[in-house]
């Protein structure tokens, strides 16, 4: 007869307990032959949001590293500016020549510009209300206000501002979009249908757009995708690769790079990591998402304003080597991805790598602790507290979600009473910075049958794989 304890552990792998998930091939590292030299280093940024004096230092950094690392290029997908001001275009403008004066490197090699504005660069300034109803104070204020967004690009950036512009950078075609109203939208396809046989299927293509392309990184879910026409543009074209910013999503999720029809990657943010999850008990998402569950959360929200992160792109003829960067503590944020080019057969699918990977694991003899009482200085409720050591690492694959569930344990039945997620509190943070233990919060309110307990904790990967299981013994709830 199965034991109590191993029927807890494996009953998440059927109904209320089971999950789903992958891991695959290049999700860490493969091994490609790197025997030809990178035809373009390209660094990348996006969702910078720089508002006040002082916001740039995270940006030289960010620059500072690019140069250093012998970037040809650097790529912001958008929202440079925070709330739409002139100004704080100009405090990019001034970082920018700051390190690279008239677009050169110290050893003097140029390094081409490849912005577009985002969405709070456009309209930013007409949330607030201050400008928007004050058209003297917005023409001299706000990039988004008449013809400024074009004007100002000219004085800043000494170039001429299209909306949807093209550049050669060391033989590969970069082709960038700057973010339009949603009523107009970009004329990508339009514009694809015009040039695309300008570029040269094979030698890799890049686009950029502040949002995603629809249906690509992070899938359908994905927050502040596009309508889908940037993706019907890029599908035939197996050599595009699409940076896309505005989410925020976090560099260390695997999701970040998706391939089907072109290769589509999520550039994260410089001034913070995305808490757009829903359904997780110590992030309470952004107001988008899953809204249907109105129950209060007892757990405190993970801060994110640490996550402030970047790639360096190394492109090659046949693939790309990224380098992922955290600009906070100054680490990388693990191994370099291996991307195949072109885009094809489905081998860097999210099903093909997500298949072959591991789970992050507990260590042996790990357990769970209860701590049922209140908070102090909290009245109406009482607090089930857990606490566990966080999971390990296993072949790079780190946890990024927690899965726990409270089991009445009663007349030799075991019936699951509520199941809940929580974001690992560091998911988005580099390995050095992991937390060795974890803490999660139920509220006994939430556990309306009283009785004995277990609480069953399973770790998560950013693909949704569940690895074993960790119990704890039998608790009252009363």
């Given at each position: 007869?199965?034991?109590?304890r191993?029927?807890?552990?494996?009953?998440?792998?059927?109904?209320?307990?089971?999950?789903?998930g992958?891991?695959?091939?290049?999700?860490?590292t493969r091994?490609?032959?790197l025997?030809?030299?990178a035809?373009?280093?390209?660094?990348?940024?996006?969702?910078?949001?720089?508002?006040?004096p002082?916001?740039?230092?995270?940006?030289?950094?960010?620059?500072?590293?690019?140069?250093?690392?012998?970037a040809?290029?650097?790529?912001?997908?958008?929202?440079?500016?925070?709330?739409?001001?002139?100004?704080?275009?100009?405090?990019?403008?001034?970082?920018?020549?700051?390190?690279?004066?008239n677009?050169?490197?110290?050893?003097?090699?140029?390094?081409?510009?490849?912005?577009v504005?985002?969405?709070?660069?456009?309209?930013?300034?007409?949330?607030?209300?201050?400008l928007?109803?004050?058209?003297?104070?917005?023409?001299?204020?706000?990039?988004?206000f008449?013809?400024?967004?074009?004007?100002?690009?000219?004085?800043?950036?000494?170039?001429?501002?299209?909306?949807?512009?093209?550049?050669t950078?060391?033989?590969?075609?970069?082709?960038?979009?700057?973010?339009?109203?949603?009523?107009?939208?970009?004329?990508?396809?339009?514009?694809?249908?015009?040039?695309?046989?300008e570029?040269?299927?094979?030698?890799?293509?890049?686009?950029?757009?502040?949002?995603?392309?629809?249906?690509?990184?992070?899938?359908?879910?994905?927050?502040?995708h596009?309508?889908g026409?940037?993706?019907?543009?890029l599908?035939?074209?197996?050599?595009?690769?699409a940076?896309?910013?505005?989410?925020?999503?976090?560099?260390?999720?695997?999701?970040?790079?998706?391939?089907?029809?072109?290769t589509?990657?999520?550039?994260?943010?410089?001034?913070?990591?995305?808490?757009d999850?829903?359904?997780?008990?110590?992030?309470?998402?952004?107001?988008?998402?899953f809204?249907?569950?109105?129950?209060?959360?007892?757990?405190?929200?993970?801060?994110?304003?640490?996550?402030?992160?970047?790639?360096?792109?190394?492109?090659?003829?046949?693939h790309?080597?990224?380098?992922?960067?955290?600009?906070?503590?100054?680490?990388?944020?693990?191994?370099?991805?291996?991307?195949?080019?072109?885009a094809?057969?489905?081998?860097?699918?999210y099903a093909?790598?997500?298949?072959?990977?591991?789970?992050?694991?507990?260590?042996?003899?790990?357990?769970?602790?209860?701590?049922?009482?209140?908070?102090?200085?909290?009245?109406?409720?009482?607090?089930?507290?857990?606490?566990?050591?966080?999971?390990q690492?296993?072949?790079?694959?780190?946890?990024?979600?927690?899965?726990?569930?409270?089991?009445?344990?009663?007349?030799?039945?075991?019936?699951?009473?509520?199941?809940?997620?929580?974001?690992?509190?560091?998911?988005?943070?580099?390995?050095?910075?992991?937390?060795?233990?974890?803490?999660?919060?139920?509220?006994?309110?939430?556990?309306?049958?009283?009785?004995?307990?277990r609480?069953?904790v399973?770790?998560?990967e950013?693909?949704?794989?569940?690895?074993?299981?960790?119990?704890?013994?039998?608790?009252?709830?009363?």
């Open positions: 007869m199965q034991g109590r191993e029927f807890l552990q494996g009953v998440a792998g059927a109904g209320v307990l089971a999950g789903m992958w891991l695959g091939p290049g999700c860490a091994s490609p032959c025997t030809s030299r035809l373009l280093k390209m660094g990348v940024l996006s969702d910078i949001h720089l508002n006040r002082g916001d740039e230092a995270t940006f030289l950094k960010a620059l500072e590293h690019f140069r250093d690392r012998g040809d290029s650097v790529l912001i997908a958008g929202d440079f500016a925070d709330t739409g001001r002139i100004a704080q275009a100009k405090m990019l403008a001034d970082a920018w020549f700051k390190v690279f004066p677009d050169t490197a110290p050893d003097g090699r140029h390094v081409e510009r490849l912005f504005y985002g969405n709070h660069c456009v309209t930013g300034w007409t949330w607030g209300g201050e928007k109803n004050d058209a003297a104070r917005a023409k001299a204020e706000a990039i988004g008449g013809d400024n967004r074009a004007r100002i690009w000219d004085e800043l950036f000494h170039e001429e501002y299209k909306p949807i512009w093209m550049k950078v060391k033989g590969v075609p970069v082709v960038g979009a700057h973010w339009e109203e949603r009523g107009n939208g970009i004329a990508i396809e339009d514009f694809m249908k015009l040039h695309g046989k570029i040269d299927p094979k030698l890799p293509f890049v686009y950029t757009q502040h949002e995603h392309p629809k249906d690509t990184c992070f899938g359908s879910w994905a927050w502040g596009d309508d026409r940037s993706t019907r543009a599908s035939p074209f197996a050599n595009a690769v940076f896309s910013g505005h989410s925020h999503y976090t560099l260390t999720d695997e999701r970040t790079v998706w391939q089907g029809a072109f589509s990657i999520n550039t994260s943010s410089l001034k913070y990591a995305s808490t999850y829903s359904l997780r008990e110590n992030i309470n998402g952004n107001g988008y998402g809204r249907g569950e109105n129950r209060t959360h007892r757990m405190d929200q993970v801060g994110t304003g640490d996550g402030r992160q970047g790639m360096l792109v190394s492109f090659y003829d046949d790309l080597a990224i380098e992922r960067r955290e600009f906070v503590y100054g680490q990388s944020l693990g191994d370099d991805w291996i991307v195949p080019l072109p094809a057969n489905g081998t860097y699918s093909q790598r997500a298949a072959q990977r591991v789970t992050p694991e507990f260590a042996d003899g790990a357990k769970v602790a209860v701590l049922v009482a209140p908070k102090k200085g909290e009245k109406g409720f009482t607090r089930v507290t857990l606490t566990f050591p966080a999971a690492i296993r072949n790079k694959v780190r946890v990024y979600e927690y899965e726990v569930t409270a089991v009445l344990d009663e007349d030799d039945v075991d019936l699951v009473q509520a199941q809940r997620r929580m974001m690992s509190p560091d998911f988005h943070l580099p390995v050095s910075k992991l937390a060795k233990e974890i803490t999660f919060t139920f509220a006994a309110e939430d556990l309306p049958i009283k009785g004995r307990y609480f069953v399973r770790p998560v950013c693909f949704g794989k569940k690895g074993a299981a960790i119990v704890s013994d039998v608790t009252a709830i009363a």
